[in-house]
């Protein structure tokens, strides 16, 4: 669906040029908890975590045992019984039904060929919960769209879904934005993966799914992410004049004027009127008041 | 027929116009309660039950015990009687908007239009060809006088009632256009449209009996038509196919389904009448259900035999010696213009509408040669048999 | 003297027919419709953001609210999307249950659309009938969860109960009157002249279209892409029903008319194998009272009555909300293609192109 621009519509906001500034944090009651983590499945991260968290174990273990011979010289020098020697841990096994999914080296015909036809543009590729997860260099995505859609042996001809996450707590990105692709005839299923940081335009998935379309308008919508040559970027839930990206993650969840006051001390609600007259709000719109 | 004199004639004209507006008065709230409860039944349901006097009184109490001995009550067919004057109150009593971009004479005009023009109508229907009763002689002034069947007998009544039917559509144009509004607009485009097509098949069907019976009076008409007076056998063929194309044109003027574009619902809202509300909304709704009944009565007269019992010419069968059912009778032609009343409501409830684009289809490209081929084998057994 | 204007015309948001608030611009020349902008976001009320903010076990109620009309389809791709996410896998009689209790949703939901799309082209009787059937079915739903409408339905890990008493019985009831119903709409309609002019040829969107823009469901199949995520990507117990996928070449609106009720009586037999095979043994699986994740990321698609019904699910470490939430939404994938299918037709047409996409506003908006 490639319709022109209409002429009526507002005009495009202009790029962020630099970090995202708008401060949503200087409001009252609206305090943000930001992550902390950058929950990123990713093979690479989880096996050095593995890594990581191996090489903890084995450290504790080791200065258990040093510990113990520490303990047992001690104990011969004075004469007492000997201790103990230590049990190595084992973790607890949980009694239930919860077998997590951990990502899996790709062993899948599909990524393997998509790795051999991109090269280098893949950074990563895995498995995980039965599902393909293939990383891509954010400037290479379209490129890596077509090879999906064309090259004979995928064949994803369905851009299925395309959406986006925040991750504040990330150094070098702040959003990732997913395409999960289907191939209708060979009934399989493929998740293409770009990072992004904050000002970065990738390019709209437009023109070789059309699909692509709304889905990406929706993502500027929620998360302020513009893609270059999409022929209406604008936003398609909320109105046009509304200020901030409700999906990111420093947006807060309550509004101006909203719940400022413990309803239990405030059975009439006259607290909470004036607290809105207040903030020249009703709580809908998130438009701050200007100051002078 | 005695001579009367003009204070005799103006009170006989006064009263019977008044008996007809008093029909039509009862017949369209009593069509609209009977399209809720046939359509509702059609539908698995009950219809209108809820302004019923099924609470209170004698019909309360029986209606109270059958609830209680988990039985709906057979009274049920007539719970919700009184909707139709709920219905009335309801557009009298409800605020007149007129938008404030409106053209204000033209869309209080319009309403009154459309409900003249279907009123009008009446003055050369003929319920029954003559005299119903007389007026005892004791009455002052129309005492000894007959209460004719019809307000006046017009020589080409035809004509006249097709000249006055035309009018309505302006009503409904004008209402259109007046209102200012985008749906309304487009309506009343569709409305102009699907009534001056429709108009042509329609006028052209009404020939057929005309040149059958060699008349443009309508209780002669009638009369010819179902005795079957000098008229050939072969004639209950164009008779037949013109009734279906009548009928069908009928609908189309009347604006029902399957040819409710101007007002429907689903595609602008409420059509031509989007702006309109109270009793000026309610004279719509009176012309649509008058120009029903209206539709009803030409069938019934032209088609179905008339104030005789048998369709099609079909009453020669009976000789007029045989009491009842070989007269004319009133009741015969308002079982008829019940009959089709209820097709009319039986339709509604059965089949979907049809496109603008396929509505002049069928106008233009069927039941225009249609009606052609048709009234050219009614002129052949005129003349040739 | 004479120009030509063309006019723009407001469908909705508040309109008869367009099932919701969904608004579509049109410029129409004469009834010819020459642009059409669907224009979406009246029902917004940013379910993700607060799925975001509740527990994975709380987060199930707000997917009723999206698509209200099967929201045990909604259900059904939450529970399994989180089982997903965690690795759980659901003891077989739920599974069963689940796939009974989704296809009479199907049911339902069809059921709804065949009244709401007939009625819009004006056939108003069908409507009625239809919705005779979707009582029956919505009083089975309200003894399973006691709930109509809104019913989250699943628990995370199975059911919260078995069946009620009774249910099977009734469910069988409802089994055993509900085919000649179908054969009462096809009646109706099928044959119907009006109907077949007023659907056939109308809003048509061939294959190659359909799979360029997304658009998944019943309009896909009656393109004649046998493409069902009950059988592509098996989920619940679908993988050991015996059913078929039923599709049409004629991509027009008369061929979706015919797959979706072609698919009722898929269902119908779907929830036959079900009453009939339904295996004993518990209806939940032992999981935690507190569910924390570990980093992880899923997409798992459903077919819900309007198409491919997606949650993207991301879990952070330990921790027991969604990191982040998305629901690919059949309607709003679908609902795009809404401009291809009437431009160039008439106003008339629009209608039946709305109602044959089968949106839903609430899951479009979300």
Not at chain 1, 130 to 149: D, I, P, S
Not at chain 3, 142 to 147: L, P, V
Not at chain 3, 216 to 231: E, Q
Request: a neutral charge.
């Amino acid at each position: 669906m490639t319709e022109p621009i209409d002429p009526q519509a507002p005009a495009m906001p202009e790029a962020p040029t630099g970090p995202y500034v708008y401060d949503y944090m200087a409001a009252p009651n609206r305090q943000v908890v930001l992550p902390k983590t950058v929950p990123l499945p990713s093979l690479r991260t989880y096996q050095a975590e593995v890594v990581t968290a191996a090489a903890a174990d084995e450290a504790k273990w080791q200065k258990q045992l040093a510990d113990f011979e520490v303990a047992k010289a001690k104990a011969e020098v004075e004469g007492k019984d000997a201790p103990k020697p230590p049990v190595r841990a084992v973790p607890r096994k949980d009694d239930n039904d919860l077998k997590t999914p951990w990502p899996t080296e790709a062993k899948d015909a599909d990524l393997l060929k998509l790795q051999e036809l991109l090269g280098d543009k893949v950074e990563e590729i895995f498995e995980q919960a039965g599902e393909r997860v293939c990383q891509v260099k954010k400037e290479a995505v379209l490129e890596a769209l077509k090879v999906c859609r064309d090259a004979a042996s995928l064949k994803y001809e369905m851009l299925a879904d395309q959406s986006a996450t925040h991750y504040p707590a990330a150094k070098d990105f702040a959003f990732s934005i997913v395409y999960h692709l289907t191939s209708v005839s060979r009934c399989q299923r493929l998740r293409l993966r770009i990072l992004v940081p904050e000002g970065f335009i990738p390019e709209s998935a437009c023109s070789l799914y059309p699909s692509a379309n709304w889905m990406e308008r929706e993502i500027y919508d929620m998360l302020g992410i513009r893609f270059a040559n999409h022929p209406d970027m604008t936003r398609i839930l909320c109105p046009e004049d509304w200020e901030g990206f409700p999906l990111r993650k420093e947006y807060p969840t309550v509004g101006l004027g909203q719940r400022d006051i413990d309803f239990r001390d405030d059975r009439g609600g006259v607290l909470n009127r004036l607290a809105m007259e207040k903030a020249g709000q009703m709580g809908i719109n998130l438009k701050q008041p200007k100051a002078d | 027929m005695p001579t009367m004199n003009l204070t005799q004639t103006m009170v006989m004209g006064l009263i019977q116009v008044v008996a007809v507006l008093i029909l039509i008065f009862v017949m369209v709230p009593l069509l609209t309660f009977a399209e809720r409860k046939v359509i509702g039944y059609i539908q698995v349901r009950l219809g209108a039950t809820r302004t019923a006097g099924g609470h209170v009184g004698i019909t309360g109490a029986l209606n109270r015990g059958m609830w209680a001995m988990g039985k709906v009550p057979m009274l049920s067919i007539l719970r919700g009687l009184p909707v139709f004057v709920a219905d009335i109150l309801k557009l009298i009593l409800k605020e007149d908007i007129i938008p404030a971009k409106a053209e204000r004479s033209v869309f209080t005009l319009a309403p009154i239009i459309s409900v003249l023009a279907a009123f009008g109508v009446f003055s050369a229907i003929a319920f029954y060809p003559g005299a119903l009763f007389t007026f005892p002689a004791r009455f002052p002034i129309v005492g000894g006088l007959p209460f004719m069947g019809f307000i006046s007998d017009v020589n080409v009544g035809v004509l006249y009632i097709l000249a006055l039917s035309s009018v309505g559509v302006y009503g409904i144009v004008l209402g259109a256009w007046a209102s200012n509004s985008k749906y309304p607009l487009l309506g009343g485009l569709r409305s102009a449209a699907q009534i001056i097509s429709y108009e042509v098949p329609l006028t052209l069907s009404l020939l057929t009996p005309v040149l059958l019976a060699g008349s443009l009076n309508f209780k002669d008409l009638s009369v010819r038509l179902s005795t079957g007076a000098d008229m050939h056998w072969l004639a209950i063929f164009p008779l037949f196919v013109g009734f279906f194309v009548y009928t069908t044109c009928g609908f189309a003027e009347t604006n029902r389904t399957p040819f409710d574009l101007p007002e429907a619902e689903t595609e602008l809202v409420a059509g031509f009448h989007t702006e309109y509300s109270g009793m000026k909304f309610g004279f719509f709704y009176l012309a649509e259900y008058t120009n029903m009944i209206v539709v009803s009565c030409f069938a019934s007269a032209f088609f179905l035999g008339g104030y005789y019992l048998l369709p099609f010419g079909l009453q020669r069968f009976i000789p007029a010696s045989v009491p009842f059912l070989g007269q004319p009778s009133i009741l015969f032609f308002f079982l008829k213009v019940f009959t089709i009343l209820f097709a009319f409501l039986w339709v509604r409830a059965t089949v979907p509408r049809y496109r603008y684009d396929q509505l002049m289809d069928v106008g233009w490209k069927y039941l225009l040669p249609l009606t052609l081929v048709n009234l050219f084998a009614a002129a052949l057994i005129r003349f040739a048999f | 003297m004479f120009k030509n204007e063309e006019m723009e015309i407001n469908l909705g948001p508040q309109h008869p027919s367009t099932h919701g608030v969904l608004r579509v611009k049109l410029h129409l020349d004469g009834e010819t419709v020459t642009k059409c902008t669907p224009i979406i976001g009246y029902l917004h009320r940013g379910v993700e953001k607060i799925c975001e903010n509740q527990t994975y076990f709380q987060g199930q109620v707000w997917t009723d609210r999206m698509d209200y009309v099967a929201s045990i389809s909604n259900n059904l791709g939450w529970a399994e999307g989180v089982e997903k996410l965690f690795g759980i896998e659901v003891p077989r009689r739920a599974k069963y249950i689940r796939t009974m209790l989704t296809e009479q949703n199907r049911l339902a939901s069809h059921l709804l659309w065949l009244a709401t799309h007939a009625l819009d082209i004006g056939a108003m009787t069908v409507f009625l009938y239809a919705f005779r059937e979707r009582e029956y079915l919505l009083d089975l739903f309200e003894a399973f969860c006691g709930a109509r409408l809104t019913t989250t339905a699943f628990r995370i890990g199975g059911l919260r109960e078995d069946l009620p008493p009774g249910f099977i019985k009734s469910a069988q009831a409802f089994q055993d009157r509900f085919l000649p119903c179908i054969d009462e709409y096809e009646e109706l309609l099928t044959e119907n002249r009006i109907w077949k002019k007023r659907t056939v040829g109308v809003a048509k969107l061939n294959a190659e279209d359909c799979i360029a823009l997304g658009v998944t469901g019943p309009v896909l199949r009656a393109a004649g892409v046998p493409y069902d995520i009950r059988k592509a990507f098996p989920n619940a117990a679908y993988a050991e029903m015996d059913f078929e996928i039923p599709t049409r070449p004629e991509a027009d609106t008369y061929a979706r008319y015919l797959v979706r009720l072609a698919e009722m009586r898929q269902s119908h037999r779907i929830i036959q194998q079900c009453i009939e095979g339904l295996p004993e043994g518990p209806v939940m699986a032992k999981i935690p009272k507190i569910l924390r994740s570990e980093v992880n990321e899923v997409y798992h698609p459903i077919e819900a009555p309007k198409g491919e019904l997606g949650y993207y699910f991301v879990g952070e470490k330990g921790g027991t909300m969604p990191y982040r939430m998305h629901v690919r939404a059949p309607s709003f994938v679908n609902l795009q293609a809404l401009s291809k299918m009437t431009e160039g037709r008439l106003l008339a047409d629009v209608i039946a192109a709305i109602g044959t996409l089968d949106v839903v506003l609430g899951e479009i908006d979300r």
